[in-house]
């Protein structure tokens, strides 16, 4: 939200790679619906392994593609049997010979990378899969992960906006994640970073918190990168006394430390107006843990995930039902800050390259 306090404008980046689901989940020949930025899109995995995206929607009189019949490398709509190709054109018209070169849909780029399919909103042959953030897939070797999702009754911009101010952690998460005070009491350190924030927390000296119960001072380290479109990769561990100062306060290499590594990565995709899912991995690294503990953090998860949604769902019924939003930032609001100036930046220089190509 901004800084003037002024209401959200809920924008989104279309030149970027939206989350649409888990890989695995994804059957062969079995298409699959999601909405995301409002766009009806099918997704299909063929036999061949190849995967397809298209415009759900068919243009004879609307039908779902995603109900449709997968034929090799092409899709039929199951209403009237329009044969659609990957591209999305349709090549054949059960019953006419002439097919009208306007009879197509839209066709979206998309990826199966890190354990998720991708899509890119904006114009697929501008599709850049370097723009893809770097996730921690659920076959990582160093990695034991768990993973879900959930479907929220909010706008995604709430739920990006709670990832980017970890301050809430010490009052929705103090029974799930036992955090302390320090979360509300002290801003981490933010760093803009060219598509996103960077988000790090360092104690230094800290006797055992609720999640680490050794009597003995250590530093701790957390880091996250959040990303567009609302991808956030976090990991951090418990070092050795002193390792902070030895880093000089950057980022300490996670090899040193002595316990306490794991992963999450995590995804927001705006489904429809105010109707979002949110992806989640998480788990300990090989060497700090094993698949028990993979299980407590997926059920401490499970928790707070759930805690956050009940929140967020409150706060976007209490927007709707506000005449003129206004939003009063506080210091730990820099990270939400810098990110949705970010966001509309990127959505005002895209909007105003295609005016200019209009
Ligand atoms: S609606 Fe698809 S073929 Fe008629
Ligand atoms: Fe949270």
Request: hydrophobic content about 40%; aromatic content about 8%.
């Amino acid at each position: 939200m901004d800084e003037a306090g002024e209401a959200p404008v809920m924008a989104y980046v279309r030149n970027a790679w939206y989350v649409a689901g888990w890989s695995h989940e994804l059957e062969v020949e079995k298409p699959f619906a999601i909405s995301i930025l409002g766009e009806r899109i099918v997704i299909w995995r063929t036999a061949s392994g190849a995967l397809h995206a298209l415009e759900d929607r068919c243009v004879h009189r609307l039908a779902p593609l995603s109900l449709g019949r997968c034929e090799g490398e092409r899709l039929r709509c199951m209403y009237h049997g329009l044969l659609f190709d990957a591209d999305g054109q349709v090549v054949e018209i059960p019953g006419q010979a002439q097919i009208p070169p306007q009879a197509r849909v839209r066709r979206y780029a998309v990826v199966d990378r890190h354990s998720w399919l991708w899509v890119w909103m904006g114009d697929v042959d501008a599709a850049d899969e370097r723009l893809i953030p770097p996730a921690v897939g659920l076959d990582h070797p160093d990695y034991i992960l768990g993973h879900g999702h959930l479907d929220y009754a909010a706008e995604a911009r709430l739920i990006n906006d709670n990832l980017l101010d970890f301050s809430h952690l010490t009052f929705v998460h103090a029974e799930s994640f036992g955090s302390g005070p320090q979360f509300a009491e002290t801003p981490a350190r933010i760093t803009p970073l060219e598509r996103g924030i960077r988000y790090e927390r360092r104690t230094e000296n800290a006797i055992g918190s609720a999640s680490r119960r050794s009597p003995e001072p250590m530093d701790s380290f957390m880091s996250y990168d959040f990303l567009i479109p609302g991808i956030l990769l976090m990991t951090g561990g418990v070092f050795p006394l002193g390792t902070a100062k030895a880093c000089d306060y950057g980022q300490p290499e996670l090899s040193q430390a002595v316990s306490g590594v794991t992963f999450t990565s995590q995804a927001v995709t705006p489904m429809r107006d105010k109707s979002a899912r949110y992806f989640f991995s998480w788990g300990p690294h090989r060497s700090h843990g094993d698949e028990a503990l993979r299980d407590v953090l997926m059920r401490m998860a499970d928790q707070a995930f759930a805690e956050d949604k009940v929140m967020i769902e409150a706060q976007q019924r209490v927007i709707d039902d506000t005449e003129e939003v206004q939003v009063m930032p506080t210091v730990h609001d820099r990270g939400v800050t810098l990110f949705n100036r970010l966001v509309e930046k990127l959505a005002r220089q895209e909007s105003g390259a295609e005016r200019a190509a209009a």
